[in-house]
């Protein structure tokens, strides 16, 4: 994987489909949302396992917090405040690690906001275009970024993974917000995996179900559910989203986990009931 990466030679069994495949062990990856959350497990998943990262993010302090403990070496991280509704803020990241890394193995696109609750004709357009903007918008930019990277770099490749939603499937009540950009990310994830073939660039996306983070808590308490009712809903622990991630980046270029959905097994969302 260049520079910053390794791999394993990996012997399949004997057949005419059997081939020799190499696992990625190592690279370069960016996280964005990388404050807290999810994005900060994954974060430390991938800095645990020999990868180097940079945690992108809004706030530094936060940032910070995610990379300095561990038993990784302080020159795997870096801790990268960027906004990813603004160009210039996306830009100035990509340039940041290529300077210090000279490659991008990975790119999980991370950052999305709920935004304010509402259904379409509750919603102002301030509000719809925070979400847009920040959960559709700010993947774009940071895919499109990625792309070009990944392209132009030897080797050449390299893997997206987009962060879709139980939403990106079925939407709660009063979330037109959210759900469009989820259904969108899942437009997003198709097109780039299509278009990236021929560079050698896989896409896939995780679609997650009440992984417990700061952002779910409220979903522990109570939730509203298709028919009114308000009933506490079931997480689960986010260091599973973290391994699910790991894996899918683990793979060769030659192999993609397209779709990956991981929820707590008693969520309401097989009819969302």
Known sequence: MGEAGGSTECALPAGKLAKRMTLTTT??????????????????????NGWKVAAAGRRDLPLRETVT??????????????DVTAPESVAA????????????????????VFGPAGAVDELTVPQWR????????????CAQHAVRMMKGQEPMGGRIINNGSISAHS??????????????????????????????IACGQIDIGNAATEMTQVIGR???QADGSV???????ADYVADAILYMASL??????????????????????
Not at 32 to 47: E, Q
Not at 231 to 237: G, L, Q, S, V, Y
């Open 171 to 200: 939407p709660r009540p009063r979330s037109a917000g959210y759900t469009a950009t989820k259904h969108g990310i899942t437009g997003l994830t198709k097109s780039i995996a299509l278009d990236g073939r021929q560079f050698d």
């Open 222 to 224: 109570g939730a509203v």
């Open 69 to 82: 403990a561990g038993a990784w070496s302080p020159d795997a991280a870096l801790a990268m405040s960027a």
């Open 93 to 112: 990241l990509f340039t940041a690690v290529r300077d210090r890394w000279h490659r991008l193995d990975l790119l999980v696109n991370n950052a999305g």
């Open 231 to 237: 009933i506490p809903e079931p997480t689960f622990d």
């Open 27 to 48: 690279g370069v990856a960016i996280v964005t949302g990388a404050g807290s959350g999810l994005g900060r497990a994954i974060v430390r998943k991938l800095l645990t």
């Open 130 to 141: 925070q979400i847009v903007d920040t959960n559709l918008t700010g993947s774009f930019l």
């Open 252 to 273: 060769p270029l030659d192999a993609n986990v397209q779709f990956l959905t991981i929820t707590a097994t008693k969520m309401p969302f097989i009819g969302r009931g």
